[in-house]
């Protein structure tokens, strides 16, 4: 794998290289996309990948994978909310010449915006090369090249890529398709659900089942994406264990008797946070995800649970409820300049500190439970879902979208939601069974 | 056949304790009943001894105390004093049988958030197990787990429901 992603980056910068960074390109598009409520589209176009010749591939022939990875851009950009993508279907077919030289008046005539073409070519060691361009169609010109060696098995990681490219030259932003997401796929009565480990790409796709029966909760995606954090009950009581996704194999975090939940790891992935119940009291630890002996952070009478980093990994947010109900705290690293951060009114939980480091977004209690967002150091607030039960958000990796679980009140069914954090329209994330506490990890190098 | 006893018994001391009862709800929905076993006779509460449950058994624990469990009100995981009577009647019972060791299982109801429902239920599983102890229990013998809100007892979503799930659930090990 690692072989692969250098592979990947290597070829990036020796063989396309550079973008041609225009500024009258980029006024253009902010003027285009406004951020909050009332934004308008780009509408994009996505033509086929076309394919100098039709080969065939361990996962389907270059000219089929042409289609494919059109549609999984299509789709990538769709579900940004900030994109209206015009598919395949909806435009003309366009030759392996025409890549590099796009014929702009068809384009032009449709109200196109943004064209992205590309083409798929078998190498001759059985390896895909998937180029993908940015053009402009007003100004006629390119704004991105990119390619990607793939095995054929990875193409999906080829079209997340190229929509990565796609997202970031024309909104400014970071990206974020190329990202996997573990959750936990739920089955069974109310009463008696399974819980298990799961994983997947963050459009759903390349779906896994990582354990088979039991309860398993509150996954976290290592950063390097080697191994998740999460509770058991295999042990017959609620403890950590780091599963190693290359291996199968798995430890517990931290040897002892006691309740151990609420995993999370540092930005780093060097210390993993955990919260453990002694006596009934529940308090935060620190401990090297190498073991050793546990810090412990927090010393409230109340229950001090979570912890999330900040991204530059000084401090922590965290949920207690020292002052009688559940609010949000923030501290140093150390445990230090432990200070209430939310008073919007009701309990708040769950704090999740934005990659960006721009926002907490955490679960508002209020009658009904809501995905909200507020600022590092208090006040901000802002109220981004309503339903009966949304809980636990968890940051796309450029600090753009949330994604949430909702509970149904009476039948106990899980699913999995996300939402822009400049407010919009929520999106339900497709799994094969109900699903709950996603975790997403960041972007694939 | 616990499902059979447990409910008549917490029905019978709903009705005793009326007046101050604050809990198990006002309008207590019939639990669970396995239909397909025996309908057609009488549950009686003492059926169990007398087709000669083992002494020291669940069945014989669930039996002889009042509750095998104890509910609390939102958030809280205090044991008051309707629970400080189930928890004696188990301590007399635990008492005949210094072999037998208990988990108390603490749990919460779904509306809470996961973590937090998790150590709310530890919470609750060590109120009942430090009271337990308070009565003479050895420490060594009991053994804690919470659940948060991963085993609901009642499966709707209102507060009747809650009610019942908000509990800490004392189960024998042999």
């Known amino acids: 794998m690692t072989q692969r992603f250098l592979e990947i980056s290597a070829f990036m910068v020796a063989f396309f290289a550079l973008f041609a960074l225009s500024s009258p390109a980029a006024a253009q598009l902010e003027g285009t996309v406004t951020d909050d409520s009332g934004r308008t589209q780009i509408t994009v176009a996505v033509p086929a990948l076309p394919t100098p010749q039709t080969v065939p591939t361990a996962a389907g022939t270059t000219a089929d994978l042409g289609n494919r990875i059109s549609d999984v851009i299509v789709a990538d950009l769709r579900s940004s909310g900030l994109f209206d993508p015009i598919g395949r279907n909806g435009v003309k077919a366009i030759t392996y010449d025409e890549v590099t030289r796009p014929t702009f008046p068809y384009w032009t005539g449709r109200n196109v915006e943004s064209l992205i073409q590309g083409f798929v070519r078998s190498n001759g060691d059985g390896k895909l090369t998937v180029g993908c361009y940015v053009y402009d169609v007003a100004l006629g010109s390119e704004l991105a090249r990119q390619g990607f060696v793939v095995e054929p098995a990875d193409w999906r990681r080829a079209a997340h890529k190229c929509a990565d490219s796609i997202y970031s030259r024309l909104t400014g932003e970071s990206p974020f398709f190329d990202s996997r997401i573990a959750y936990i796929a739920e089955t069974g009565p109310k009463d008696n659900r399974t819980k298990r480990l799961a994983v997947m790409d963050s459009d759903g796709a390349n779906h896994r089942f990582l354990t088979s029966g039991g309860t398993a909760l509150t996954p976290r995606f290592s950063p390097d994406y080697k191994s998740i954090l999460y509770l058991s009950y295999s042990g017959g009581s609620p403890a950590i264990y780091i599963y190693d996704i290359g291996t199968g194999r798995q430890r517990l975090v931290t040897r002892t008797n006691n309740a151990t939940f609420a995993p999370r790891w540092s930005p780093d992935g060097r210390n993993i946070l955990y919260s453990m119940a002694i006596a009934g009291n529940t308090d935060i630890y620190r401990i090297s995800a190498q073991g050793g002996s546990p810090v412990r952070l927090t010393r409230s009478p109340g229950i001090d649970v979570g912890g999330s980093y900040s991204p530059d990994g000084s401090k922590i947010v965290f949920e207690s409820d020292r002052s009688g109900a559940q609010q949000i705290y923030v501290m140093n690293a150390d445990g230090s300049g432990q200070r209430r951060i939310s008073f919007g009114g009701g309990r708040a939980a769950t704090p999740e500190w934005s990659p960006r480091g721009d926002l907490i977004a955490f679960t508002k209690i209020a009658g009904n439970f809501r995905i909200a967002v507020m600022r590092p150091g208090g006040g901000g607030e802002r109220v981004l879902t309503n339903s009966w039960q949304d809980e636990a958000p968890t940051w796309a990796p450029n600090g753009r979208v949330i994604q949430f679980f909702r509970t149904s009140r009476g039948s106990g069914r899980t699913s999995i939601w996300q939402v822009d954090v400049a407010g919009g329209e929520e999106r339900r994330l497709r799994t094969p069974v109900d699903g709950s506490d996603p975790a997403w990890g960041p972007v694939r190098p | ?174």
Not at chain 2, 51 to 68: L, R
């Open chain 2, 1 to 174: 056949m616990k499902k059979l006893s447990t409910p008549l018994i917490v029905l019978s001391l709903t009705v005793a304790l009326a007046a101050c009862a604050k809990k198990p709800p006002e309008t207590l929905p019939p639990e669970p009943v396995d239909t397909s076993a025996g309908s057609d006779t009488d549950i009686d509460p003492n059926a169990g001894q007398q087709t000669g449950v083992v002494p020291g058994s669940q069945e014989d624990f669930i039996a002889n105390v009042m509750s095998d469990r104890i509910f609390f009100d939102t958030d809280k995981f205090n044991v008051d004093s309707e629970d400080q009577g189930v928890l004696r009647s188990q301590a007399s019972w635990l008492a005949q049988y210094p072999n037998v060791s208990i988990v108390v299982e603490g749990h919460a109801d779904e509306r809470g958030t996961r973590d937090y429902n998790l150590a709310l239920g530890e919470r609750r599983a060590n109120s009942a197990k430090n009271y337990l102890i308070t009565l003479g229990v050895a420490a060594s013998r009991i053994r804690t787990v919470s659940y948060g809100k991963e085993r609901p007892q009642a499966t709707g979503s209102n507060e009747s429901a809650w009610a019942q799930n908000r509990r800490a659930v004392t189960v024998t090990v042999r």
